[in-house]
């Protein structure tokens, strides 16, 4: 008989950690994180290394620009396992299309049943022809499967919904999420927290330097309830100080928080002192010069906001 030498011992019972979901995790750490860009939209991807594997949070709104993650992904040269969707947006889960048929070994998850309901719903919504102006059409490859369109995009069973609040990449590494957030830019949202990077990413909590969604049905009690949960978040995460990675526009440091409730506050007091539209576009232009996607998310948010006959 041999002695197992003690590191050996060590090494073993690291391995044997208990796992959730039946999946035994590996003892890889998450090394990297890359931001891919969109440009339509301004809408961020973000790819996460754990070394061995990658996973994908949110694949763009045009097919072409999923196509360009796709490559970019591919130029890593690991295995893609995982795509997370962090709400029911179209410039967040459209790409899911070419997702499944190019990479049909990867699960495509939610955080919960909620945000699988809302993308499902506002897939069904453009489909039937619901759509802000400034939106392209759905693409065929996320058109909801149905017995008059078989070949259709199959939510319910594409689709997983994790239902709890730590995300296990299969060789190792854990994203945490969050999603006890009130209704603001979306009624559900997940926010994801790397613990090995420390860094945090808001999704549509959070954006930098791009005029903020407020148009469809974003109430004022909603944008009422996304400052109070930027004020939350800044309070949360202000000893661990990570880098801010916000779902539209570059990333940034801890000062973003209060650079998007400055916003939020001038877009209400602006909205509702406009004598018009033209007049509310002009003076939030004027405060926030450098900011993207005037003419598309700044344009239907004062449609949304300031009334016309
Ligand atoms: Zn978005």
């Not at 050996?8 to 999946?23: I, K, Q, R, T």
């Not at 035994?24 to 891919?36: F, H, M, T």
């Not at 440009?39 to 991807?45: D, E, L």
Request: with cysteine; proline share 6%.
């Amino acid at each position: 008989m041999r002695l197992i030498p003690f590191v050996n011992l060590l090494f073993w019972s690291a391995l044997a950690l208990p796992a959730c979901a039946g999946e035994r995790p590996g003892e890889a750490r998450i090394e990297d994180v890359k931001v891919y860009k969109g440009t339509f939209a301004t809408v961020n991807s973000f790819i996460f290394s754990n070394g061995r594997e990658l996973l994908v949070l949110d694949v763009q709104r045009k097919p072409d620009e999923a196509r360009k993650l796709v490559e970019e992904i591919r130029r890593i040269g690991l295995p893609l396992r995982t795509v997370l969707i962090s709400h029911g947006h179209t410039d967040h889960f459209t790409g899911m299309g070419v997702f499944r048929q190019e990479f049909p070994e990867a699960r495509i998850v939610v955080a919960n049943d909620d945000i699988k309901r809302d993308i499902k719903a506002y897939a069904v919504y453009m489909d039937s022809g619901g759509a802000t102006g400034g939106e392209p059409a759905l693409d065929p490859s996320i058109k909801p499967k149905s017995p008059e369109y078989p070949q259709g995009f199959d939510y319910e069973g594409n689709i997983k919904a994790l239902g709890s609040n730590r995300l296990e990449l299969p060789a190792g590494g854990t994203l945490e999420l969050t999603t006890d957030y009130l209704p603001t830019e979306a009624d559900y949202m997940t926010t994801v927290y790397s613990p090995d990077l420390n860094a945090l990413f808001l999704s549509d909590l959070g954006y930098n330097k791009v005029h903020h969604w407020l148009g469809d049905d974003i109430s004022w009690q909603d944008i009422a309830n996304w400052r109070q949960e930027l004020g939350r978040l800044k309070r949360e995460y202000a000893d661990r100080n990570p880098v801010v990675y916000p779902g539209h526009g570059d990333p940034a440091d801890m000062s973003l928080f209060d650079e998007s409730i400055r916003y939020l506050d001038d877009y209400t007091r602006v909205m509702k002192g406009a004598t018009s539209r033209e007049a509310a576009m002009r003076e939030m232009i004027a405060l926030y010069p450098d900011y993207k996607e005037a003419n598309f998310f700044l344009k239907y948010s004062v449609e949304n906001h300031v009334k016309e006959p």
